[in-house]
């Protein structure tokens, strides 16, 4: 499987959505990091388009970031909106 997510790239990500500084296994982190992963897979299979590998592991990932979007919208539905808001999914 291809590199896509460096650790400037990760830390970067981290940056802008987690807790803290060392913050990586909050539900928000780890929301803000799949979606990353998702654009970069959607891209991906907009180029190849018989990629069926690709498009199982996005769909895992979609799978696992709808679970910890219901979690997080569950747990405290004001960081939930922002979260949505600031990734700029789910309209």
Do not use: P
Not at 18 to 24: F, I, K, P, V, Y
Request: glycine share 4%.
């Amino acid at each position: 499987m291809a590199v896509y997510l460096t650790k400037e790239k990760k830390s970067e990500v981290l940056a802008q959505h987690a807790r803290s500084a060392n913050d990586t296994g909050s539900a928000e982190a780890q929301i803000s990091l799949f979606t990353y992963r998702i654009q970069q897979l959607s891209d991906h299979l907009r180029t190849n388009k018989k990629d069926h590998s690709c498009r199982r592991a996005l769909l895992t990932l979609v799978g696992k970031r709808k679970r910890l979007l219901k979690y997080l919208s569950d747990t405290d539905l004001q960081k939930y909106r922002e979260l949505i808001d600031k990734l700029g999914i789910r309209k």
